[in-house]
């Protein structure tokens, strides 16, 4: 009877285990438990958080919505970027209550328009495995910046791997060899020391362009600066410090402008994510701002 009896019990305890409530997001759409709408973030970069999103419960008991690392969003204008997601997301949402937040994503396709205002957004569907791998491996090594991006490019658009390129060369290393080892490509050589488009830490420029950016920060920032096509496409990062300071700053940046020949570009002040300054550099008037040495 003994043995009986705990047989019984083991029965009871694992039917009274409280059953996972947690559901995909599309899954969450397909079968009614959710409504959802998304739009691009005017306030972040294309490889940050490039996309908000507003799910709100549609039914009586709570659930828990989970937006999967390399799940992918659409715009409804084709001109626009796809968008990956590079962190995953887990929501609980209560009956009735909206909750929105932005969410960390990078462009999946390089031709085309980054999100602008209002952009509106579909879900799509998950990556295959190989992408999927690598935006898991950008969420762990927080790599949500322009370094990251170009990797995603690289798999998505099969963009040169010469130009998975960055301030961060461990990290630009460790990028490389995953896409290639996933594409199957040969690791190409390191950027070579006079190379002022792959090696960020050049500074015998053919002709050096030169500005600065005067800003105060209440508390420790993470700070870059970065430059934009006229597409808000990401073509350089100029300027990074994960640990800026508090107090007034002038933050001063470098390139080489024979490397850069577009009619004028977007420059950025990005902190913590967020874009807080905008500058323009106009090659039709002479480098007239900033200044030309």
């Given at each position: 009877m003994k043995k009986i009896f705990v047989i019984l019990l083991v029965v009871v305890l694992f039917a009274f285990k409280p059953a996972d409530n947690t559901v995909?997001?599309?899954?969450?759409?397909?079968?009614?438990?959710?409504?959802?709408?998304?739009?691009?973030?005017?306030?972040?970069t294309h490889y940050i958080k490039p996309l908000s999103i507003t799910l709100t419960n549609i039914k009586s008991t709570p659930v828990s919505i989970k937006i999967p690392n390399g799940f992918q969003f659409i715009p409804e204008q084709d001109e626009y970027q796809n968008i990956i997601v590079t962190q995953e997301e887990m929501l609980a949402l209560n009956p009735g209550k909206?909750?929105?937040i932005s969410l960390y994503g990078m462009c999946t396709e390089n031709h085309d328009k980054a999100p602008s205002t209002d952009i509106k957004y579909r879900l799509g569907k998950q990556a295959d495995e190989k992408v999927s791998k690598l935006t898991k491996l950008i969420a762990k090594r927080k790599l949500h910046d322009p370094l990251g991006q170009s990797a995603v490019w690289a798999m998505t658009c099969n963009t040169p791997l010469e130009d998975i390129a960055g301030f961060d060369t461990t990290s630009a290393k460790e990028l490389i060899k995953y896409v290639?080892?996933?594409?199957?490509?040969?690791?190409?050589?390191?950027?070579?020391?006079?190379?002022?488009?792959?090696n960020y830490y050049v500074t015998n420029y053919k002709t050096s362009m030169r500005g600065a950016f005067n800003y105060t920060f209440s508390k420790?920032?993470?700070?870059?600066?970065a430059m934009f096509n006229v597409n808000n496409i990401v073509v350089r990062e100029l300027y990074r410090n994960s640990e800026e300071k508090p107090g007034k700053h002038k933050l001063e940046y470098q390139f080489d402008a024979t490397e850069y020949t577009d009619d004028f570009y977007y420059l950025r002040l990005i902190a913590d994510g967020e874009i807080i300054l905008n500058g323009k550099i106009d090659n039709r008037n002479d480098f007239d701002t900033p200044q030309r040495n």
């Amino acid at each position: 009877m003994k043995k009986i009896f705990v047989i019984l019990l083991v029965v009871v305890l694992f039917a009274f285990k409280p059953a996972d409530n947690t559901v995909n997001i599309d899954e969450a759409i397909r079968t009614g438990l959710i409504s959802c709408s998304v739009q691009s973030n005017s306030g972040s970069t294309h490889y940050i958080k490039p996309l908000s999103i507003t799910l709100t419960n549609i039914k009586s008991t709570p659930v828990s919505i989970k937006i999967p690392n390399g799940f992918q969003f659409i715009p409804e204008q084709d001109e626009y970027q796809n968008i990956i997601v590079t962190q995953e997301e887990m929501l609980a949402l209560n009956p009735g209550k909206p909750v929105t937040i932005s969410l960390y994503g990078m462009c999946t396709e390089n031709h085309d328009k980054a999100p602008s205002t209002d952009i509106k957004y579909r879900l799509g569907k998950q990556a295959d495995e190989k992408v999927s791998k690598l935006t898991k491996l950008i969420a762990k090594r927080k790599l949500h910046d322009p370094l990251g991006q170009s990797a995603v490019w690289a798999m998505t658009c099969n963009t040169p791997l010469e130009d998975i390129a960055g301030f961060d060369t461990t990290s630009a290393k460790e990028l490389i060899k995953y896409v290639a080892h996933a594409l199957n490509k040969p690791i190409p050589p390191p950027p070579a020391p006079d190379d002022t488009k792959r090696n960020y830490y050049v500074t015998n420029y053919k002709t050096s362009m030169r500005g600065a950016f005067n800003y105060t920060f209440s508390k420790k920032t993470s700070v870059t600066i970065a430059m934009f096509n006229v597409n808000n496409i990401v073509v350089r990062e100029l300027y990074r410090n994960s640990e800026e300071k508090p107090g007034k700053h002038k933050l001063e940046y470098q390139f080489d402008a024979t490397e850069y020949t577009d009619d004028f570009y977007y420059l950025r002040l990005i902190a913590d994510g967020e874009i807080i300054l905008n500058g323009k550099i106009d090659n039709r008037n002479d480098f007239d701002t900033p200044q030309r040495n």
